[in-house]
């Protein structure tokens, strides 16, 4: 356990032996009122960290191209759902300036599904769309970002069989496997994450939400790789990673009893959470992660951008989730909430 009170499990552990981390798993996605909903993964293979590195810095590099390069790689058929999103997310009430995303699915890049199902969730079922050879700057994009999300995804698929004995205790329906659902699934969804530097001085007593408002994962599991924090100096220059620059920087848990938890995610660990489908599927009984991120008010902010990765691990969009709503149905939901104007289905 982390000082912050963070199960972490070692990577050949749970390889060889997952049924063995039946513990670990409650402590860190049961009800209990100190969960945090969040476990780690240590002892990951070396390749891991150049992986995460290579395309962290690609997403500053492409956040960083002018404009009318980034909306070439947009897709409003979507609701921006693949490809770049920067503006057309709604948090907190307004829209959302303050990150920007690259959405794909690095498991499967053109859908295996009818196509009455493609055009009814283009959200899911759309086809990657990956920058041109001509962008000679984020050169190998395409390719880091499968990679990276491949093994995320392996090692979500791995979490989820260890899970799978814990969540079958709490599962409505005891013929749903969760490794299956996650493993069998064509809606994967990957987010690459630039959180543009603030573009005026923070202050200490400014709000906890202030990079990225709270929410709540619609998935059934999400991945997290650990962020990377860069600071940019001359433009000519690459810019340099940096440790956290404020102690208040970061990423924001509620425990299960509604405490307020700052977690740091190791640079050589995963993280997996759970979300809003797991909570569904199992009635409340195994509850969604409240996160948000926090800017904090270090040294020369207004030239730090924070960058991460996250994967959604989530079931088709058939998969009846609760005894009212499919996924599908739930996302489209959740979608509205969050987007001004879906796209029309």
Not at 50 to 59: F, K, M, T, V
């Amino acid at each position: 356990m982390t000082s912050s009170g963070v199960i972490t499990i070692s990577y050949p552990t749970l390889v060889s032996s997952p049924l063995s981390l039946e513990r670990e798993i409650e402590q860190a996605f049961g009800s209990h009122p100190q969960a945090l909903g969040i476990i780690l993964v240590k002892d990951l293979p070396a390749a891991y960290n150049s992986q995460r590195e290579n395309l962290l810095r690609l997403a500053h590099t492409f956040a960083n191209l002018d404009e009318g390069i980034r909306e070439k790689y947009t897709d409003p058929r979507t609701s921006y759902s693949f490809g770049w999103s920067h503006g057309k997310e709604i948090m907190n009430g307004k829209p959302d300036t303050l990150k920007g995303s690259y959405y794909a699915n690095p498991v499967v890049d053109t859908p295996d599904v009818a196509s009455q199902l493609k055009e009814e969730y283009r959200e899911y079922y759309g086809n990657n769309i990956w920058p041109s050879a001509d962008e000679p700057s984020i050169g190998g994009f395409e390719a880091a970002f499968k990679d990276l999300g491949r093994f995320v995804f392996k090692v979500g698929c791995e979490i989820a069989a260890a899970c799978q004995p814990f969540v079958a205790k709490n599962l409505s329906d005891k013929s749903i496997s969760l490794p299956q659902l996650i493993s069998t699934s064509q809606t994967t969804k990957a987010r690459l994450l630039h959180y543009f530097p603030p573009t005026s001085d923070v202050r200490d007593d400014g709000p906890v939400d202030s990079w990225c408002g709270f929410h709540l994962d619609h998935s059934l599991l999400t991945g997290l790789c650990s962020a990377m924090f860069l600071k940019q100096g001359n433009v000519s220059n690459a810019p340099i990673a940096i440790s956290s620059p404020s102690p208040e920087s970061g990423l924001y848990i509620k425990t299960r009893g509604g405490e307020l938890t700052k977690v740091s995610i190791p640079p050589d660990c995963l993280a997996f959470q759970t979300g809003e489908a797991l909570e569904l599927v199992t009635d409340g009984r195994l509850r969604a992660t409240p996160h948000c991120v926090r800017v904090g008010s270090g040294k020369d902010m207004q030239s730090i951008s924070r960058e991460t990765f996250a994967l959604f691990m989530q079931p088709n969009t058939d998969q009846r989730i609760s005894s009212t709503e499919t996924f599908g149905q739930f996302s489209k939901r959740i979608l509205a909430e969050h987007y001004d104007k879906p796209s029309a289905m």
